[in-house]
């Protein structure tokens, strides 16, 4: 009998399950989880760049002309706030289209104090265009969650929510940024996410959204030495409000 107490156990070593039916199921989970669970990989350890190639994000483009007469089934925007000087206040609006795909429709960063005016017409555009249902504000420490979450449901954007039926609600995020973004770069793997091109130059921009996908680390400490991923955060509150209306 073969001795298996010092030998690294993987699917493919389990006689009784079909292999190329529950390695295509492997295939849909993330780069992180696939190396333990399709690869046996057991001593790997997460690091920059290992949530999504640059590659795989340059090939989730769809042209507008692709995708703007179908139906959108539903819209919902992901809002970081900026805590910082250097930070930027970001929204992104995603629509999913009636073939089930979610599409990057319309992107807003203001890196100023005062983003308000900016985020007014942002918003209400959106509600006119696209129906937008549903407005997700990050609720993490450093943007004063309580105090923001109120100024910006009940004062700058109180006419908007109430003209068109916005529903606005805080989003408290996973706490470690790069778990955080998994579920979102799995998504445009996967194929269930792409991005309009007529964003392409704020999408490839220095710092901009790719770039931050690039260099988004577990190391929490090395974070803190990095500018903020705000476009990753904004993308992901999106997308987790995304989640619920496909689930």
Sequence with gaps: CEDYNNKD????DNPYIDTATYEESLKQLDYIDQ????????????????LIDLATLQK????????????IQFCTEGMDLASTGRDFTVIYNLILLNNGVTVVNDIMR???????????????????????????????????STYSMRYWRDD???????????IIKGIRPVKNKFNRARPV???IRNGKLLFSRHLQDILEAPNGLFDQFMTITPDAEL?????SPD???ALGYAWQEMSLFTV
């Design 9 to 12: 156990i993987i699917h493919r």
């Design 231 to 233: 476009d990753v955060d």
């Design 185 to 187: 770069a799995q998504a």
């Design 110 to 144: 203001n890196q100023t104090k005062t983003p308000e005016a900016e985020v007014e017409r942002f918003v209400e555009k959106n509600a006119k265009e696209s129906q937008l249902y549903t407005l997700g504000i990050d609720l993490e420490p450093g943007s004063d």
């Design 223 to 227: 974070m803190k030495k990095q500018k």
């Design 60 to 71: 989730a483009y769809i042209d507008v002309e692709d995708y703007i007469s179908r139906p």
């Design 156 to 166: 700058i954007l109180r006419n908007i929510q109430q003209t068109y039926g916005i």
């Design 35 to 50: 190396q333990y669970q399709m690869y046996g990989n057991w001593k790997y350890r997460a690091s920059a760049g290992d």
